[in-house]
């Protein structure tokens, strides 16, 4: 069972306004047209049998609709796992987390560079308190600002990991993108799950070293970061810098695996 645990997918009335921003945030232009049925057919020339669709809310007001867009993907296709959403201005996140929890929902997906909060905001400590260890926590970490003016980053994460010990935590783009000499220093090593996603193409050789050396193998999953990338470009770019640095693509699979047990045998 192959899962590519970072996607994401938009409504078709919004996909080509949400590429656009994507590519003015990153100045890339994404691969794929954001569709569900373009990730589901790229998904299948890549071998990869599951996808873990991830989204986020800019603002309190976008947690519903986000989360019920999150609810109609997994209803669209069995292929898909989607990841809810909080805002630390949210009011009512007691009753969310349990729509959320009856609905099968199994993560959370953060995003403070995009959604406008800071990791050790004091207000989003007080929602994981909340959250606890009811659902997996995907974040993404890191972008161009130094660490102490960036929404996140490794070190920030770190402190958050210390704090709440309970709940599976992921930190996209190998522990953070543009910030992997911090990742090195301040998140490698830690009980955390870093993703593939937006990372290979950047990364410096040295540096890409030295993470997997501190991180263990077992810690490591797929992520597409799909629109923005192909899988099966992802895929070859694993068997060209992981694997011979030591890295088996077959447990980047059994990671992926452990973590959506239930989807094993779909």
Avoid at 104 to 127: C, E, M, S, T
Wanted: glycine residues 8%.
């Amino acid at each position: 069972m192959f899962t590519d645990t970072h996607c994401h997918v938009f409504h078709p009335k919004i996909a080509e306004k949400a590429l656009n921003q994507l590519e003015g945030h990153y100045g890339l232009r994404p691969e794929g047209s954001g569709i569900l049925e373009d990730l589901l057919s790229r998904a299948d020339r890549a071998g990869v049998d599951r996808v873990v669709v991830h989204t986020a809310a800019t603002d309190p007001a976008q947690v519903i609709p986000a989360n019920n867009w999150a609810l109609d993907l997994m209803r669209q296709s069995p292929r898909v796992t989607a990841f809810g959403t909080l805002h630390p201005d949210y009011a009512d996140v007691d009753k969310e987390l349990d729509r959320l929890e009856r609905a099968g929902v199994v993560g959370l997906k953060f995003h403070p560079d995009f959604q406008g909060f800071f990791l050790d905001d004091p207000k989003f400590y007080a929602l994981l308190e909340k959250v606890g260890s009811r659902f997996m926590l995907m974040f993404h970490v890191g972008d161009r600002l130094p660490p102490e003016q960036n929404p996140s980053c490794p070190i920030k994460l770190a402190r958050l990991r210390r704090e709440f010990p309970g709940p599976v935590m992921i930190a996209a783009h190998l522990g953070g993108y543009l910030h992997w000499d911090f990742a090195v220093e301040h998140l490698a090593g830690l009980d955390v799950y870093m993703d593939t996603s937006s990372s290979l193409r950047f990364v410096p050789d040295d540096t890409l070293r030295a993470l997997l050396k501190a991180h263990p193998s077992d810690r490591l999953l797929f992520g597409s970061d799909y629109p923005l990338f192909d899988p099966g470009d992802e895929i070859r770019l694993i068997e060209r810098r992981l694997v011979p640095l030591g890295v088996r693509l077959d447990d980047l699979l059994a990671a992926g695996t452990a973590l959506f047990p239930e989807h094993a045998s779909a």
